[in-house]
């Protein structure tokens, strides 16, 4: 089976821009968990979609938000970027119940 | 509050010696907790988990809520062991899929 797949890979923005990230899980795998990771706070989790619904929520603000598709794929937004928002963002799916996460590369994210 | 702490940033050893990598965790409810692996550029991925009891990688680690901790033990630590590793905790009522993670401890094993 193909891993956890993120586009783009690494991504510069302006602050005050938005920017999409993708992320396409495992074949047959219903969750997508989305996790930012800096050097400061280590890996935060962001949100988790099961279903085309999301799940669970970290302590993020509101311009962070994200969505899942029928076919399990999932997106995050994050809107009004800010210098801070510099990060790798990390996605993870798994098949549901507790199962193990399957983590995808990252995508890489630059604020200037 | 839900935590996971590892209080070592960087764990230094040579090949041949034990290794421990600490965690400990402060949860209210049920804890599942997972010990994570990053070798240099590649991406996160399961090392263990309490429930399974197993050893992977010659690692093992017990769960002990007496002292709300999960330490990853070898007894005999190889330089192939060198990463990156992450302790972390998922509620049970969170069915897994929200992963609290420790700040991670750096495992250098010299030859």
């Known amino acids: 089976k193909a891993g956890v797949t993120q586009t783009p890979r690494y991504l510069i923005k302006t602050r005050g821009q938005q920017v999409t990230l993708s992320c396409s899980p495992i074949s047959g795998h219903r969750s997508v968990s989305w996790y930012q990771q800096t050097p400061g706070q280590g890996l935060q989790f962001l949100f988790e979609y099961f279903s085309e619904t999301q799940r669970n929520k970290g302590n993020f603000p509101g311009r962070f938000s994200g969505r899942q598709f029928s076919n399990s794929r999932s997106e995050m937004n994050v809107s009004t970027l800010e210098l801070g928002d510099s990060a790798l963002y990390l996605c993870?799916?798994?098949?549901?119940?507790?199962?193990?996460?399957?983590f995808g590369p990252g995508t890489r994210l630059t604020v200037t | 509050a839900q935590r996971v702490t590892q209080p070592e940033k960087l764990l230094s050893v040579f090949k041949g010696a034990p290794v421990e990598l600490k965690c400990n965790y402060s949860?209210?409810?049920?804890?599942?907790l997972f010990w994570y692996v990053q070798y240099s550029r590649q991406r996160l991925q399961l090392l263990l988990r309490h429930i399974s009891r197993e050893s992977i990688k010659g690692f093992t680690a017990d769960l002990n809520k007496g002292e709300t901790s999960f330490h990853l033990k070898k007894p005999f630590a190889q330089e192939e062991d060198s990463a990156m590793y992450y302790c972390?905790?998922?509620?049970?009522?969170?069915?897994?899929?929200?992963?609290?993670f420790g700040q991670g401890t750096e495992l250098s094993v010299k030859p």
């Open positions: 993870a799916s798994r098949a549901g119940g507790p199962y193990e996460q399957y």
């Open positions: 949860y209210s409810g049920s804890p599942e």
């Open positions: 972390a905790l998922s509620g049970v009522e969170n069915q897994g899929g929200k992963l609290i």
